[in-house]
């Protein structure tokens, strides 16, 4: 079946700091690859997609670049900023459109 | 409405008590997805409906959940003789297009199910 791992978290940086949360899958087909943000209090929002391999999804300075060698799709971010404290999920979308999320990453940025 | 709507935000009950949860997608979007989303964990896939229809309910946990969406539109997930383990964030999702991999889904902000 499909699954999603990502990085354990909590993650903890200092506002400015350089940003990498892994994100590795494992499907069948071609998925799509997402990451989805929840800020504190709100619902699940979508950050950035790529729908094919060698794709770069971008929003907001966040970037993730789908590698199907590897099968990952890591999300980055040059300079953190407060109000990106926030949890981040990957997941991947096959036929139909069900997804699979990885458990989440927490970051917190502190200033 | 402007996004997906949830009722009722917060839902506490006792064990072995019938509930209903409702879900009001976006104007329009012609696909509907339910998730459970336990603590510390990401969304887990229940059911997924395309127009009226439950193209894909794999996800379901047992026969205690059934989801119905009777008019393509508002979709009801029921859950009967709850049980402490079906505590959780329940979420819905609409997307625009026929369900398809590449489709964005936008989240209702959930209902928090307690059974106690």
């Known amino acids: 079946g499909n699954s999603v791992t990502q990085m354990e978290g909590p993650v903890t940086l200092s506002e400015e700091a350089f940003l990498t949360i892994n994100c590795t899958y494992t499907?069948?087909?071609?998925?799509?690859l997402f990451w989805y943000v929840q800020y504190p209090g709100e619902g699940l929002q979508l950050l950035l997609k790529?729908?094919?391999?060698?794709d770069k999804g971008s929003n907001k300075g966040f970037e993730a670049t789908y590698r199907k060698e590897t099968t990952s799709f890591h999300l980055e971010k040059g300079s953190v900023q407060v109000s990106d404290s926030a949890v981040y999920f990957c997941a991947l979308s096959t036929n139909a459109g069900k997804s699979t999320f990885g458990d989440g990453t927490t970051l917190t940025v502190k200033p | 409405g402007a996004g997906v709507s949830q009722t009722p935000s917060n839902k506490v009950t006792e064990k072995g008590k019938y509930v209903e949860l409702r879900c009001d997608p976006i104007?329009?979007?012609?696909?509907l997805y339910w998730y459970r989303q336990s603590l510390g964990q990401g969304p887990e896939f229940l059911i997924y409906?395309?127009?009226?229809?439950?193209?894909?309910d794999s996800g379901l946990p047992n026969d205690r959940f059934f989801a119905v969406r009777p008019e393509g539109s508002v979709s009801t997930l029921k859950i009967q003789r709850t049980e402490r383990g079906d505590s959780a964030m329940y979420l819905c999702?609409?997307?625009?297009?026929?369900?398809?991999?590449?489709?964005?889904?936008?989240f209702g902000p959930g209902t928090r199910l307690t059974v106690l």
């Open positions: 104007s329009g979007h012609t696909a």
């Open positions: 499907a069948t087909g071609y998925p799509s």
């Open positions: 790529a729908t094919k391999a060698d």
């Open positions: 409906f395309q127009g009226t229809g439950a193209a894909d």
């Open positions: 999702a609409s997307s625009s297009v026929a369900g398809g991999s590449t489709d964005t889904q936008y």
